[in-house]
């Protein structure tokens, strides 16, 4: 296993574990992009728990979840 693989393999651990997740976590978690994530933001279908104007976006593990299980893209 690359050095890559191996952050990348620890990132999702860590995802798992966290009750809130950055734009970083939700992308490893759904597959999404972070544009289409910045995207579904704008038209309202996520909203962040926290959203601070060029600071860090965080979410609530549980509403992405949900949000990944309902299927929604």
Same mark, same amino acid.
């Given at each position: ?8 393999? %620890? ?6 574990? &966290?009750?809130? %997740? ?22 309202? &279908? %996520? ?10 976006? %965080? ?15």
């Amino acid at each position: 296993m690359s050095n890559e693989e191996e952050k990348l393999r %620890l990132r999702l651990l860590l995802a798992q574990e &966290k009750q809130l %997740l950055d734009i970083k976590d939700v992308q490893l978690l759904s597959g999404l992009s972070s544009s289409t994530i910045h995207r579904r933001i704008n038209e309202k &279908k %996520l909203k962040p728990i926290q959203h601070v104007k060029f600071g860090k976006i %965080l979410f609530s593990k549980t509403q992405i979840q949900a949000w990944i299980d309902s299927g929604a893209r």
